[in-house]
Each structure stands twice: as C-alpha cells, then as structure tokens.
Nanobody, 115 residues
Framework: VQLQASGGGWVQPGGSLKLSCVAS?????MGWFRQAPGKGREFVAS????????NYADSVKGRFTISINNAENTVYLQMDSLNPEDTATYYC????????????WGQGTLVTVSS
C-alpha cells in the first residue's frame, strides 16, 4: 500500500491544521507518527478502518482528532491548539491486518508551529 500525505505547513501557536493521507489500497489501521528535529519518532494517533476504535498519544489528547473516510481510503488528522512542541514531520502509517505492525509509511509532511 502506498500512502500519500498532505496538509502540512506553518501555523502560529494556538492555530489549527488538518492533515490528510490517501492509501492506494485497503488497510486495517491507519494512523500518524511524528518526528521532531533531533528526536525519535513517536506515535500520535490511530484509527481502525471501521472508524470505531481510535487511540491517541497523551500529548495530543483533547487537541487532535483522527477520522477516516473508507470510501476514499483517506485518513485525516485535525490538529487544534497547536503549540511549538508539535513541530515535527508527520508520517502517515497503516497496517495490512489486525495483527501486523505498521507496515506502510508515507513520505512525511512537515508541520511548523511558531510565531
């Protein structure tokens, strides 16, 4: 499965951005990881293909919302109340079934939060 992410950019603290990721085929879980400059990659959020199961990192709970459009094989990440600590390259990920790890990774989209 190929993943194509988009929607990154620059935003001021307190602002919002919405990321999108289109998958070329069917997936089971889709989600997002991020990597800040000089830091390791960290999990952000995930959603099951049916949309009924979501998971968030504690650092983004209450600020980010993940959603999915199955008809278009597209996952979204609505990011609100952004702060400079959210600055990172965001990677779209997916699994091929319920038991595999994240076996497909997108190319990454940069989100910069600064004044």
């Amino acid at each position: 499965v190929q993943l194509q992410a988009s929607g990154g950019g620059w935003v001021q603290p307190g602002g919002s951005l919405k990321l999108s990721c289109v998958a070329s085929g069917s997936t089971y879980y889709m989600g997002w990881f991020r990597q800040a400059p000089g830091k390791g990659r960290e999990f952000v959020a995930s959603i099951r293909w049916s949309g009924d199961l979501t998971n968030y990192a504690d650092s983004v709970k209450g600020r980010f919302t993940i959603s999915i459009n199955n008809a278009e094989n597209t996952v979204y990440l609505q990011m609100d109340s952004l702060n400079p600590e959210d600055t990172a390259t965001y990677y779209c990920v997916s699994t091929s079934d319920a038991f595999s790890g994240y076996d497909s990774w997108g190319q990454g989209t940069l989100v910069t939060v600064s004044s």
